[in-house]
């Protein structure tokens, strides 16, 4: 539809002529045939916004990019190489971080054999949608990249070019993962893929490796292309969409609960639901708590689509309801929002069990069966939050990413 508009768009000024119906039956079946679909040269790429994925032929396009080792690297750095893969993934994407582990056997596996592993990081931070973020604990920045490589001790080098994204826009990734393979002369010989499927135990092709392998014995490459699945990229147009998607939020509504110590009691049991409870206790008065508000309300943002309620609660005292709205407000905190109705805070705290013996700032995460899974006193650590959160939330739209952040590697 978008390449029929470009057309029509593109017709002479003052001009009253469109293509007609038997124009336009034509141009659809070109578009969604095998021969449209399966020819690289023929993909359809409109402006600058979708780059064209670099073709199998083509010489590998320089770089001079930083790395979260505090180094510069560049394509000349790895040129005694015999094979040079560089693959671009990035660290929000679900589907990219279970291929993390594979990226570094990878490494091992041909380590003293002249190949050469390069890791690029492409999408644009800022366009990423906190709706694209209900699986990770860190977004797609350079700072961000240094966390999640610490976490997981990569060990290849993980590079940053989602300032200017001027080397995504010459190779063209599709999406994280996607694999670009050279010979030792640097001209591609496969892209796409690095296996068949994003659980490991389910791969029964290794496209990848069959590529490096076929190049180290000095044979042709059998499989040169196949379709790198994933997140999409995150090109700099989509900058617009993620700003959209926070104004929008914005505009909900802010409200605060009066709440007994009944009321506190039922919602510490968290029964009779399938969604996992993160309670935070806080209070317009507590220095720590208005400094992590806005993290809690970025989580908010980021697994609002999962199985979680966060809800907060105020110990402010009842008379104060309305400082604590419109501090609410300036937070735009649009999750459940609750207040202490009693004058005796220390009722609150019994009333919310032993676990907890009332300082406050006081986040604890909570099972369906009411079980704490995790609790932190005092100003908390917001990667600590969200590790807990993505340990304990359940596969729900496909399985592997419980078992990915259970993982130690």
Not at 278 to 290: D, M
Request: a positive charge; aromatic letters at 10%.
């Amino acid at each position: 539809m978008k390449c029929i508009r470009s057309q029509i768009r593109q017709l002479p000024a003052g001009s009253t002529k469109v293509p007609g119906v038997l124009t336009l039956v034509a141009l659809f079946a070109f578009l969604f045939s095998p021969a449209s679909m399966m020819a690289q040269e023929d993909n359809v790429h409109v402006g600058v916004d979708v780059p064209p994925v670099l073709k199998v032929g083509s010489p590998a396009p320089g770089f001079t990019l930083p790395g979260v080792d505090g180094k510069t690297h560049s394509l000349k750095d790895y040129a005694a190489s015999k094979v040079l893969v560089v693959i671009f993934s990035c660290d929000h994407c679900p589907i990219a971080q279970m291929y993390e582990q594979r990226i570094k056997q990878l490494v091992m596996d041909y380590r003293g054999r002249s190949v050469a592993v390069v890791v690029i990081m492409g999408n644009d931070p800022k366009a990423v949608h906190f709706s694209e973020e209900g699986y990770t604990d860190v977004g797609d920045s350079f700072a961000d990249m240094k966390v999640r490589a610490k976490y997981r001790s990569f060990n290849y080098p993980y590079l940053f070019d989602g300032e200017t994204q001027a080397v995504a826009l010459k190779y063209g990734p599709t999406a994280t993962p996607h694999a670009f393979i050279f010979d030792q002369k640097r001209i591609l010989q496969y892209e796409g893929r690095l296996d068949s499927n994003a659980r490991a135990q389910l791969a029964t092709k290794h496209e990848a490796r069959d590529a490096i392998d076929a190049l180290l014995a000095g044979t042709p490459v059998r499989v040169q292309t196949t379709p790198a699945v994933g997140c999409s990229t995150k090109w700099a147009y989509k900058e617009k969409g993620a700003a959209a998607e926070v104004v929008q939020g914005d505009q909900k509504p802010v409200t605060v609960q009066m709440v007994s110590v009944d009321e506190l009691k039922a919602l510490r049991k968290n029964t009779n639901t399938d969604r996992l409870l993160l309670v935070n206790f806080w209070a317009t008065w507590c220095a720590p708590c208005v400094e992590e508000f806005p993290e809690l309300q970025k989580m908010v943002r980021m697994y609002a689509k999962r199985r979680l309620d966060i809800v907060t609660v105020s110990l402010n005292s009842p008379d104060e309801k309305k400082f604590v709205l419109e501090f609410l407000k300036k937070q735009h905190a649009i999750n459940r929002n609750l207040q202490f109705s009693g004058d005796d805070s220390a009722d609150a705290v019994a009333a919310f069990g032993p676990d907890w013996k009332g300082g406050v700032p006081y986040t604890v995460l909570i099972d369906t069966n009411g079980k704490v899974l995790f609790k932190t006193q005092g100003g908390m650590n917001p990667l600590d939050v969200k590790r807990a959160l993505l340990k304990n939330l359940p596969d729900d739209k496909y399985n592997g990413q419980q078992a990915y952040w259970q993982s130690t590697f």
